[in-house]
């Protein structure tokens, strides 16, 4: 059975930074893209980044890019995100989810091909 569990979470003011971990279980980290949504409440889930099953090839939505760093432990089966420069806009609980492939299709921002998902973990930016 997989398992994915966020963790990271908090409260933090505008122009801080933190950093989200996503562990893994039940099945073969590597072999799995891996993303990283959010979600607030009433509105739709956004894709945040997605990261190939080795690590070097990343994407990220247009509103994160230049601040947020997604990478990945294959050895420890985590999973990453580094926000820096937050903003209010990024309020949101975000989701980790694992992919049934091992590359981010043209479609990972809808969610598409990703199975395995977390419980999520909110994330507050106060101005």
């Known amino acids: 059975q997989v398992q994915v569990v966020e963790s990271g979470g908090d409260l933090v003011q505008a122009g801080g930074s933190l950093r989200l971990s996503c562990t893994a279980s039940?099945?073969?980290?590597?072999?799995?893209?891996m993303g990283w949504f959010r979600q607030i409440p009433g509105k739709e889930r956004e894709g945040v980044s997605c990261?190939?099953?080795?690590?070097?090839?990343?994407d990220y939505a247009d509103s994160v890019k230049g601040r947020f760093t997604i990478s990945r432990d294959n050895a420890k089966n985590t999973l990453y995100l580094q926000m820096n420069s937050l903003k209010p806009e990024d309020t949101a609980m975000y989701y980790c989810?694992?992919?049934?492939?091992?590359?981010?299709?043209?479609?990972?921002?809808?969610?598409?091909?990703?199975?395995?998902w977390g419980q999520g973990t909110q994330v507050t930016v106060s101005s």
């Open positions: 039940g099945l073969t980290f590597e072999n799995h893209v």
């Open positions: 989810a694992i992919g049934q492939y091992t590359h981010c299709s043209n479609s990972w921002r809808h969610g598409r091909g990703f199975d395995d």
């Open positions: 990261i190939n099953w080795t690590g070097i090839i990343t």
